[in-house]
């Protein structure tokens, strides 16, 4: 028979720990980069870009397409880089308390 007691607390614990996680990501950078490192984007894991760095030999080239292009490119890096660690962050969460990752909560 399943303990619904014991569900609920787990449940309250892992839904705690998110909202911690949450508050952490805020504070982890991740980067990206495109065009060989000439543009390079720096964004927090909760989606706040921090910095976007331009190379000037991109400035003096005139290419505004490519320019706008290499940018899309690394803030799209930057993207996959936050995901991949916000699901690393939240497999260690979900090991430090004994939570299968793969668990569904109805939350």
Known sequence: MLNIQKMMQQAKLVQEKLEEIQEKLKDIDVSGASGDGLVRVTMSCANVV???????SLLNAGGKDMLEDLVVAAMNNAGEAKDVRVKEET???MDSIGVD???KFPF
């Open 50 to 56: 921090r910095s976007v760095t331009i190379d000037p």
């Open 91 to 93: 497999r260690k969460m």
């Open 101 to 103: 990752e793969n668990t």
